[in-house]
């Protein structure tokens, strides 16, 4: 099996974000905007397990890739103080020295009664840390981490620009954890906002900022010392294909490199390629019935090509 790391680099309007996550997350509504703001500079890292370039038995989400959240983080933000915030948690989730705590009822998803939950932050600082708050991968406790700027001296104006982030998520199907049009005013008091987004299988990083922080430099030393493919998509993997982003990587690697491209052929086509080929076949047919159809309206021969050999008598 390959387990590789997909990311994507883009630029959004906080205002106007498009899609996410393909059925599984979407955006809270954004606020009407007073003024225009400023785009948000957005790197996405996923990670996926497969057989081969077709990706027909993905299990998508950066766990099933091996990359532990904690160890990921760590290697792209080091020696940096993040706050951990957590929304519509459950009680017994809180960790040992969560700050701003707040307890409320609401609704969980599908649920028809409403349930004690908890919203609470935390700053983390190394691995260790960043493990206490996340809990399990696959279903981490947090939805995400803000570097605070160092002059950010005003912990609590934070935490409450945190809140227009997350606090009015809805936990519907597919919920809304996330308003992006908090982002900016939350980005003039953190230099990175990391949330924690919704893939296939498991959770996504989104990273978002107002300027560019060399991250996907970061991440590609991360997937060399972990023996890890890196592979760019053109959009973010939540929303894209990997056997398409797989074929680019491929041709890429080909011409830039040496070796053999890591990632087994598939036994047959991708699920993707049967279209074009066929599309590829039938103008291929047509043009040659078309071609013998003029041919004989000029009284030409229009026998087999194979007989060509022989010329005209």
């Not at 993040?82 to 009680?91: I, M, S």
């Not at 190394?126 to 493990?131: D, N, S, V």
Request: glycine residues 8%; aromatic residues 6%; hydrophobic residues 40%.
């Amino acid at each position: 099996m390959v387990m590789a790391i997909g990311y994507s680099v883009d630029d959004i309007d906080p205002y106007d974000p498009g899609r996410l996550c393909r059925g599984r997350e979407r955006w809270i509504e954004p606020f009407e905007a007073d003024e225009p703001a400023p785009r948000v500079q957005r790197v996405v890292i996923s990670g996926a397990v497969f057989s081969d370039d077709s990706a027909s038995d993905a299990r998508r989400g950066l766990p099933h890739a091996k990359a532990d959240l904690a160890h990921l983080i760590a290697a792209l933000f080091p020696r940096r103080t993040l706050l951990a915030f957590a929304e519509d948690g459950h009680p017994a989730d809180i960790p040992e020295g969560a700050e701003d705590v707040e307890m409320y009822e609401g609704h969980r998803a599908g649920g028809r009664g409403e349930e004690l939950m908890v919203r609470w932050s935390r700053k983390v600082d190394g691995i260790r840390e960043l493990r206490e708050v996340i809990g399990h991968d696959d279903e981490a406790r947090v939805l995400g981490f803000a570097w605070m700027l160092p002059d950010a001296d005003d912990e609590d104006e934070v935490r409450q620009r945190v809140f227009l982030l997350t606090g009015m998520s809805s936990l519907d199907s597919p919920p809304a954890r996330f308003q992006p049009a908090a982002l900016p005013e939350l980005l003039e008091l953190a230099r990175a906002v990391i949330l924690l987004h919704r893939d296939k299988h498991g959770p996504a990083l989104g990273i978002y900022s107002l300027e560019p922080l060399g991250i996907v430099e970061k991440l590609e030393n991360y997937c060399a010392k972990e023996g890890l493919l890196a592979v760019p998509f053109a959009i973010p993997p939540m929303l894209a294909r990997w056997d398409r982003a797989l074929a680019e990587a491929r041709q890429h690697w080909i011409a830039t490199r040496d070796d053999e491209f890591p990632v087994p052929v598939a036994p047959e086509q991708s699920r993707w390629e049967p279209r074009w080929a066929r599309r590829r076949n039938d103008r291929h047919a047509m043009s040659a019935e078309a071609e013998q159809a003029a041919a004989a309206a000029r009284g030409e021969d229009v026998g087999d090509d194979d007989d060509d050999e022989g010329g005209e008598e």
